[in-house]
C-alpha cells in the first residue's frame, strides 16, 4: 500500500511535466496566477486606500481578475476531468472558450459551498464584537463565558479560515470529480457521491491542501521572479491530478 501511494504522489509530482508542450502550459498558467494576484492585489489596495477613488481603479481591473481566475479553475478542472476518466496527459491552453465554461461550472460549484459558510464565519467574527457591549448583569448564567471572549477572538479568523478550506475544497473538489465523469446526472447517483468518501481519497485532499497553502506561503516571497506564479499553478495542477486519481479508484472499488 506504501509503494503504491508513493507511486501515486510521484505520478502527481510529474504530471504538470508530461506532454509536448510542458513549459509553455507552465508559463501561461505563472502568467495567469500573476495576472491575477497583482490585478486583485491593485483593486484591493487601492479600495482600502480610499473607496471612492480605489473604486475608479479596481474597475477596470475586474475583467482581468475574472478572467484569469475562470481560465485558471477551468484548467483545473480539465486536469481533474481528464485524470478522473484515466488520461495521464494535462490539458493544454488551447481550448480557450471549454476552459472558460469549465472555470464558470468550477465557480458555481465552489460558491455554492462556500456561501453558508462566509455566512456562518461572519455571524461568528461579529459575535466576539457584540457580547462585550451587553452588560454582564444582563447575561446571567452565560455570565462566565463572556469571560473568554477575549481570549477567542484572535483565534476566530484562523479557525474561520480552516472551516472555509475545509469546508469549501472537500465536497467541491467530490462534486467537481462526479460531474467530470457522469455530468449533472452524478449529483444523484450514490456511487458517484460515495467515490468521494473512500480513504484514498481523503488522504489525497488533505495532503493537496496541505502542499497548497504550504506553497502559497513559500512562494508568495518569490513571486517577483515569477518563479513563484509557476509553482503556484504547479501545485495546485499535481493536486488536480491526484483527486482525479483517487476519485478513479473509489470510483472503481466494490461498495462496502
Do not use: K
Request: net charge neutral.
Amino acid at each position: 500500500m506504501t509503494a503504491e501511494r508513493d507511486s501515486t504522489v510521484h505520478d502527481a509530482v510529474r504530471y504538470p511535466l508530461r506532454g509536448e508542450d510542458a513549459i509553455g502550459t507552465l508559463l501561461i498558467g505563472g502568467l495567469l496566477v500573476s495576472l491575477w494576484l497583482g490585478a486583485a492585489t491593485t483593486a484591493a489596495l487601492a479600495t482600502a486606500a480610499d473607496p471612492r477613488s480605489g473604486a475608479v481603479v479596481a474597475l477596470p481591473t475586474l475583467p482581468v481578475v475574472g478572467g484569469s481566475w475562470l481560465l485558471l479553475l477551468g484548467f483545473l478542472v480539465a486536469c481533474l476531468r481528464r485524470s478522473a476518466n484515466g488520461r495521464d496527459e494535462p490539458p493544454r491552453f488551447d481550448s480557450w472558450g471549454q476552459l472558460l465554461l469549465d472555470g464558470l461550472r468550477g465557480t458555481v460549484v465552489v460558491a455554492a459551498f462556500a456561501l453558508p459558510i462566509l455566512v456562518v464565519f461572519a455571524i461568528t467574527a461579529a459575535a466576539p464584537t457584540v457580547a462585550p457591549t451587553v452588560p454582564a448583569s444582563a447575561l446571567g448564567p452565560l455570565e462566565p463565558v463572556s469571560s473568554w471572549v477575549p481570549v477567542v477572538q484572535p483565534w476566530v479568523p484562523f479557525v474561520g479560515a480552516g472551516l472555509f478550506a475545509a469546508g469549501v475544497s472537500y465536497p467541491a473538489a467530490v462534486v467537481l470529480c462526479a460531474m467530470s465523469i457522469g455530468g449533472l446526472r452524478a449529483m444523484g447517483s450514490v456511487q458517484s457521491i460515495a467515490a468521494g468518501g473512500t480513504v484514498e481519497f481523503t488522504v489525497a485532499w488533505l495532503g493537496s491542501l496541505v502542499a497548497t497553502v504550504l506553497v502559497i506561503v513559500v512562494a508568495t516571497p518569490l513571486l517577483v521572479l515569477f518563479v513563484g506564479a509557476v509553482a503556484m499553478f504547479y501545485v495546485p495542477m499535481a493536486a488536480s491530478r491526484l483527486l482525479g486519481r483517487a476519485y478513479r479508484s473509489g470510483l472503481a472499488a466494490p461498495p462496502g
